[in-house]
């Protein structure tokens, strides 16, 4: 069974940085694509950025010029560094991948503070 686990949430100070983890177990195979999802309270889970084989990526529009995904090598590990975060970033992030099915990870906690 394929697990997605996530690391590197946190609480921080408007203006700061975070590097969000995910690395998958259970598969042989290359997941493709992978990428973050986040929900604010109250809100719809919006994409956040996407990494396909190839290193193409796609990111939302609230994110451009900020976050940065990147994968490792030909690993199903993932990356999402945040540079200059805002409150309105706060929200659990959410790794997903693409295999056999679509899976996502358990969740971890961004929180800006102003």
């Known amino acids: 069974q394929v697990q997605l686990v996530e690391s590197g949430g946190g609480l921080v100070q408007a203006g700061g940085s975070l590097r969000l983890s995910c690395a998958a177990s259970?598969?042989?195979?290359?997941?493709?694509?992978m990428g973050w999802y986040r929900q604010a309270p109250g809100k719809q889970r919006e994409l956040v950025a996407t990494?396909?084989?190839?290193?193409?990526?796609n990111s939302g529009d609230s994110v451009k010029g900020r976050f940065t995904i990147s994968r490792e090598g030909g690993k199903n590990t993932v990356y999402l560094q945040m540079n200059n975060l805002k409150p309105e970033d706060t929200a659990v992030y959410y790794c997903y991948a693409n295999g056999v099915g679509v899976y996502w990870g358990q969740g971890t906690q961004v929180t800006v503070s102003s």
């Open positions: 990494i396909f084989s190839g290193g193409e990526t």
């Open positions: 259970g598969t042989i195979i290359r997941l493709n694509p």
